[in-house]
């Protein structure tokens, strides 16, 4: 049975230096990380009358998703004094507001403060992942600059081959483009020990910053009514049916053992 010629192709060692170490290590990485830190505006503090409105509805939130931790004393409690201030209004930034309709987020200045904040966190995480695209495709297509040791299938190489137009290249070959998006998605615990837990260069941060820039900010968003919304979990919480994780827990631990 014939066997299939070996490719071997000659490349120049400074394509080591020039586009296989930036690619790794400081286009996919270190520059996107301190490009995005640099448009990143530094965040406004929230008075601390709207920083209790947040936090008064996460904590009905957790108590709703983790009630099963409390006694039900603590739960009736803590239940009793939420879904009584809820009610009231007693956790609204503004009081006098209770019963009206929220305001315009087009005209309201903190509407468009807030909306203006997401539009800067996406264009900071956007516009150094475009640009560093566009620099390698304009300077680095079309290179080859390394063989996978390993075998592949023929399925792999658009993946590996971006760029190249080369039918009969073997599989194992791979481009500076295609080196470059396998870096993007699979160095990412590699960044997280270089640069931190909180880098910018960590593509699922990235991705959760785009869909939820501020988690807590967004429970009042633009256009929402605090009011109602507190109505809403005062209207979930009431209806909660309790179960304590140690009822039967004597019981339980009996039959364990024995």
Not at 17 to 45: A, E
Not at 117 to 142: D, E, H
Not at 148 to 153: G, I, N, R, Y
């Amino acid at each position: 049975m014939a066997q299939s010629a070996v490719q071997t192709i000659q490349r120049d060692p400074a394509l080591f230096y020039w586009i296989l170490f930036p690619i790794t290590i400081v286009l996919t990485g270190i520059l996107r990380h301190y490009g995005t830190v640099m448009l990143q505006s530094t965040p406004k503090k929230l008075p601390i009358m709207a920083l209790r409105e947040q936090r008064s509805m996460l904590r009905g939130i957790n108590l709703r998703n983790n009630y099963s931790i409390l006694s039900p004393l603590s739960f009736q409690a803590r239940k009793t004094y939420l879904v009584t201030a809820y009610q009231s209004g007693a956790f609204l930034k503004d009081p006098e507001s209770k019963g009206q309709p929220p305001a315009n987020p087009m005209t309201d200045p903190a509407g468009m403060e807030a909306m203006m904040g997401m539009m800067k966190g996406n264009m900071a995480t956007m516009i150094p992942q475009t640009l560093i695209m566009g620099w390698i495709n304009a300077f680095f297509s079309g290179f080859v600059i390394m063989k996978l040791p390993f075998p592949l299938t023929i399925r792999f190489k658009p993946m590996l081959q971006s760029g190249v137009g080369t039918p009969d290249l073997d599989v194992r070959w791979v481009s500076s483009l295609s080196w470059y998006f396998l870096n993007l998605f699979g160095l990412q615990s590699v960044f997280t020990f270089i640069l931190g837990n909180e880098n910018s260069a960590s593509q699922v941060a990235a991705q959760m910053a785009q869909m939820n820039p501020n988690a807590a900010a967004a429970l009042f968003g633009p256009g929402q009514d605090p009011d109602k919304m507190f109505m809403n979990e005062a209207e979930n919480l009431e209806v909660v049916e309790h179960w304590w994780i140690l009822n039967g827990i004597e019981d339980r631990l009996l039959k364990q053992i024995s």
